[in-house]
């Protein structure tokens, strides 16, 4: 088989790649080593940044978005008791809305489908190898080995893919960083503490309050990084919830059933070797943020876009000056929200027992509730900043 772009992975970046080459008549090919099932139902992030939800539209697969979608202003904050609310659409414009990844994936495999383009699920690809002129992959679909051989390839398949181990180690220029907790997460059936998304900064810890529709909430608690999760009982996490939570302005949080659980560590990963020969990038395989501040789908859905104008430069123009500037073009936003994730990352967690650190923490969350100028500053990066460039070549 022959394609222009294989695209490794079903996840937002892969998808919405795909959508975009094929509305720019380039020929893709999806390849995704799980199930439909499986990636259609596996929670994962919740908030989009309004530049994303304006692609999603523009790609003509939000029916389902617009419909279900909660637009959000902002967050609330809680630390002392007391609950406040961050507006950032009354200072810097711009909405975030709530969608679960899941179900963004959902709608760009159906469209997928739709359309007639190949995507193949129980797809895992073995080996990748390139030259000057083409790249080939050697594929295990359900059993049946496969070839394929493509002008490019995109890789868009995690951390843990095949993708960036195909990069030489010597040239990979990475840059880490491991946190000492990670996210007990659960899925319940309560009504939201707050109209949007809330982070409690508590001396026991972070908990993160929001919401997957007007009867459902995502919640998380900070836990050690080597937590087992056989360790805490449903009621143990609604007590932690509830004490982490707890204000002199709202009601007590209300608790209901617990059907899902998850543990995530905190890290945050960059891979600025974004490209190597036919080779690209894009997601989670380049970077890691921390689930705090909501930026991991949207930074893949903005490599998508780069790529994609990229891609359609050469295509259309045969100019490739974009695809070499591809890890250039990417890594400046990159690099905002891994900041911007970090500022929240150490400003909500207690991270050491250190007693000055919780007082400088509270005077920072202090100046983001009472300064404009700080929510502004915070909003602009939250709502989201602009992709690096538009998706469509149009020469």
Known sequence: MHTQVAIIGAGPAGLTLARMLHLQGISSIVLESRDREYIETRTRAGVLEEPTVALVRELGVADRLDREGMSHNGFYLRFDRTTHRLDFHRLVGGHA??????????????????????????????????TSDRARLTVDHAGTPLEITADFVAGCDGFHGVSRAHIPADRL??????????WLGILARTAPTTPEGMYCAHENGLSVHSMRGPSITRQYLQVPADTDLGDWSDERIWDELTVRSASDDHP????GEIFDRSL????????ETMQHGRLFL?????????????KGLNLAVSDASTLSYALGAFYTAGDRSHLDDYSATCLPRIWKAQQFSWT??????????????????????????????????LGEVYLGLPFPTYWRFTG
């Open 173 to 182: 220029r990475e840059y880490s960083r491991t946190y000492p907790v990670a």
């Open 264 to 271: 995530a560590p905190l890290r945050s990963y960059v891979c």
């Open 344 to 377: 929240l990352t150490t400003t909500l967690h207690a991270l050491s027992d250190d007693p000055t650190d919780w007082q400088l923490r509270r005077a920072r969350l202090a100046r983001w509730a009472e300064s404009e100028a700080e929510q502004s500053a």
């Open 97 to 130: 809305t709530v969608y679960a990844q899941q179900e963004l994936v959902k709608d760009f495999v159906a469209d997928r489908l739709a359309t007639g383009g190949p995507l193949l699920f129980d797809a895992t690809v073995t080996a990748v190898e390139t």
């Open 252 to 255: 007590e949080l209300e608790r």
């Open 282 to 294: 894009l997601g989670d395989s380049a970077h890691i943020v921390p689930p705090t501040g909501a």
